[in-house]
């Protein structure tokens, strides 16, 4: 029960403020945060999985039911929604 409580607190109220003063110190966006830090595979993916389907931003929720052929135009609005500067962080 405690477990639960405390699921529901850190996802609607914790986990915004968290990733908001993470950005302002490092100046990365949280999906930006886990490709720098974990390498490529399982933990990253999933890592990213989790990420993008507790967005508050339906763009960012939409990307996980994407087709391989969409993905393009996709990624450019992610981009264009997290203010990724693909020059500074290219990967």
């Known amino acids: 029960m405690l477990g639960y409580i ?3 607190f850190y996802s609607s109220c914790l986990r915004f403020w968290l990733k908001w003063f993470l950005r302002l110190i490092t100046g990365r966006c949280e999906l930006q945060r886990i490709c720098a830090r974990c390498k490529t595979g399982a933990p990253r993916t999933s890592q990213i999985e989790y990420s993008l389907k507790s967005s508050k931003s339906k ?3 939409a990307a996980l039911s994407l087709k391989e052929n969409d993905l393009d135009d996709h990624l450019a ?3 264009r929604e997290k203010r990724i500067k693909e020059q500074k962080d290219p990967t």
């Open 6 to 8: 405390w699921q529901c």
């Open 59 to 61: 763009v960012l929720r």
């Open 77 to 79: 609005q992610i981009i």
